[in-house]
């Protein structure tokens, strides 16, 4: 397993057999196969050349996995075969959060612009002089819209073209969170929804075809929002933060939340939902845990 604290965490396969990858502030990645030996499940560490220091993000494309370190490279490892291949991709900047759409384009947010890229690893785009700092970085399934984290306390949406990776602002406005954004995610739902976190422990959740504020009561954590994730019916969240809870909360019953206290020692750095009433969360103790949920 891991020496040092996850700092990321993803799900591959269903969501109902998933196998799951967390990342470290060593630079390690391993795979947990949680869909085949359940709760036996023992970390496999990823082979091939991996981070020279601290993972920031995880995310699977197809058979691949994309994770970003702080050595200002995003790495590509095969899923099914448990290694690292020879792509390497210099960022220039340091990554902060990697984001990929169903049909393989993906998004990376770096300290000092957003990097579009096609399936093939081919950079598409960069976005620069943005007039805010970037924090973190999602991209809608379907791979049209793109929201970028700011440290202006603003989520940021834009249109991504198809096949230029050109960013052009969304002509609806969102609100801004309460603190800088920490952490988001959009819905596979429709309309498109999006859960923003902010390093208040703050969470809103905005209508991405309006711009309209559609939740803004989930206030209960007390620290810094590290990661979000919807479930597959986009009728729940599922939150961790630097204050070490978890929470679940219900879209329909905004005023509903389940909460599991203190769920990593120091801080929870990974989230996800597995199938029907499960949640899986990562975090600065270095483990990873499945959580059996009654959902609010």
């Given at each position: ?8 965490l ?34 496999v ?20 996995l ?5 050595d ?6 095969s899923?099914e075969?448990?290694?690292y ?23 990376v ?29 999602a ?5 049209s819209?793109?929201?970028?984290g ?13 096949g ?8 609806v406005?969102?609100s ?9 995610a959009i ?10 976190g902010?390093?208040?422990g703050?969470?809103?959740?905005y ?11 989930w ?26 809870n ?10 509903k ?8 020692t ?31």
């Amino acid at each position: 397993g891991h020496q040092k604290a996850i700092t990321a965490l993803t799900l591959s396969g269903s969501t109902t057999s998933p196998t799951f990858f967390t990342g470290s502030y060593d630079g390690r990645v391993c795979a947990w196969h949680y869909g085949r030996d359940g709760e036996r499940a023992a970390a496999v560490p990823l082979g091939g050349a991996g981070h020279a220091n601290q993972v920031t993000s995880i995310v699977i494309q197809g058979d691949a996995l994309l994770s970003a370190g702080m050595d200002d490279v995003v790495r590509v490892g095969s899923v099914e075969g448990v290694a690292y291949g020879s792509t390497a991709l210099p960022t220039g900047s340091q990554p902060r959060t990697v984001a990929v759409a169903d049909d393989g384009t993906y998004v990376v947010a770096t300290l000092e612009n957003v990097q579009v890229y096609d399936k093939s690893h081919r950079k598409l785009a960069i976005s620069s002089n943005l007039g805010y700092n970037p924090t973190t970085v999602a991209i809608s399934p379907d791979g049209s819209i793109v929201v970028v984290g700011g440290e202006d306390s603003q989520p940021h949406a834009y249109t991504l073209t198809p096949g230029t990776g050109d960013l052009s602002p969304l002509a609806v406005p969102i609100s801004p969170t309460r603190g800088a954004v920490s952490a988001l995610a959009i819905s596979r739902s429709t309309p498109p929804l999006l859960a923003a976190g902010d390093a208040q422990g703050k969470i809103q959740v905005y209508d991405l075809t309006t711009g309209a504020t559609v939740i803004s009561q989930w206030v209960f954590h007390s620290g810094r929002i590290s990661s979000l994730a919807w479930s597959n019916d986009g009728k729940f969240v599922v939150s961790g933060g630097l204050d070490t809870n978890v929470f679940v909360w219900s879209v329909d019953r905004p005023g509903k939340r389940v909460q599991i206290k203190k769920a990593h020692t120091a801080g929870v750095n990974g989230v996800g939902f597995v199938g029907e009433n499960k949640v899986v969360s990562a975090g600065q103790d270095a483990t990873v845990k499945v959580w059996e949920v009654v959902l609010p």
